[in-house]
């Protein structure tokens, strides 16, 4: 958090329920600027850009599901 906070770029890997969220919802509201944050699990965006969306945030998202070569 302190490197989040001092304006580094960080790789956060941790196990659930380590605090990743804490890491990028913190910051944005104390910090000018975007923050971009890459989950390879859609549901969570999904459900984070909801809870965004409902909060007044600006909350665009990018997602592709693919079942095998076909997307859906």
């Known amino acids: 958090m302190e490197q989040v906070m001092a304006g580094h770029d960080v790789l956060v890997v941790l196990l659930t329920g380590a605090g990743k969220s804490a890491i990028y919802q913190v910051p944005p509201p104390l910090l ?37 070569s076909r997307a859906l």
């Open 32 to 68: 000018d600027g975007s923050t971009p944050v890459v989950s390879l699990l859609i549901a969570l965006q999904h459900d984070g850009q909801q809870r965004s969306t409902r909060s007044g945030a600006a909350s665009p998202g990018l997602a592709d599901v693919y079942v095998g």
